[in-house]
């Protein structure tokens, strides 16, 4: 079974802290994506990466960055938190072909920004 | 303007056959649609994709008519444990584009 981790299910941060999500998964792929979810809105992508040091910018990219060292690890990073991040965050990983576009999504982050 | 869309919610009772329909009226020619299921406190599960036409799996069916605007999500005789949020979502076939829905709140009851 593949499995996606995020670091933490709630998290509490105030304006202007540097926050740090982290995702992990297992199943060695290729793409990995941070997507955040709101009440009527659905799921947006914010950076997706399809591969380690490549990233690609999704539709809601301002006020975040990523990072990929490692292929199984990709971090989101909120450099200056601000209450319109308070959210919930989703990240997800699959495989790189184009016949199969399933994607494996971790449990969330559920961001507070007071 | 929304590049996909769907019903706010929908209601059903147990042993009926659901359908939920998501517009996508701006689908690239090589793009593939895609179907997900959501549970409070979970991440989204992956249901089924198709390109056209039919496609059946062990869990549900997609239909896509040959203009590809849109996508009919089925499920056989649902359950209560089938009450979720459900998603589509268009993706570009070399991965340069991902439109979610805003999901459909699906209720089943007894």
């Known amino acids: 079974d593949v499995k996606v981790t995020q670091s933490s299910r709630y998290l509490v941060k105030r304006t202007g802290e540097k926050v740090f999500l982290e995702c992990v998964q297992d199943?060695?792929?290729?793409?990995m994506f941070w997507y955040r979810q709101d009440p009527g809105l659905g799921l947006r992508l914010i950076y997706f990466?399809?591969?380690?040091?490549?990233?690609e910018k999704g539709d809601i990219p301002e006020g975040y960055s990523v990072s990929r060292e490692k292929k199984e690890r990709f971090s989101l990073i909120l450099e200056s938190a601000s209450t319109n991040q308070t959210s919930m965050y989703l990240c997800?990983?699959?495989?790189?072909?184009?016949?199969?576009?399933?994607?494996?999504f971790g449990p969330g982050t559920r961001l507070t920004v007071t | 303007l929304a590049k996909t869309t769907q019903p706010i919610s929908m209601d059903s009772y147990e042993g009926q056959e659901v359908n939920i329909t998501c517009s996508h009226n701006?689908?690239?020619?090589?793009?593939?649609i895609t179907w997900y299921q959501q549970f409070p406190s979970q991440g989204p599960r992956f249901i089924i994709q198709?390109?056209?036409t039919k496609v059946t799996n062990e869990v549900a069916s997609l239909f896509i008519p040959a203009d590809r605007k849109s996508s009919t999500l089925s499920l056989p005789r649902v359950s209560l444990s089938d009450t979720a949020v459900y998603y589509c979502l268009v993706v570009g076939w070399n991965f340069n584009k991902f439109y979610f829905g805003s999901g459909t709140k699906l209720n089943v009851k007894p």
């Open positions: 198709g390109y056209k």
């Open positions: 990466s399809y591969d380690v040091k490549m990233k």
């Open positions: 701006n689908i690239a020619t090589n793009d593939y």
């Open positions: 997800a990983s699959s495989i790189w072909d184009r016949a199969n576009y399933e994607q494996y």
């Open positions: 199943m060695d792929h290729e793409n």
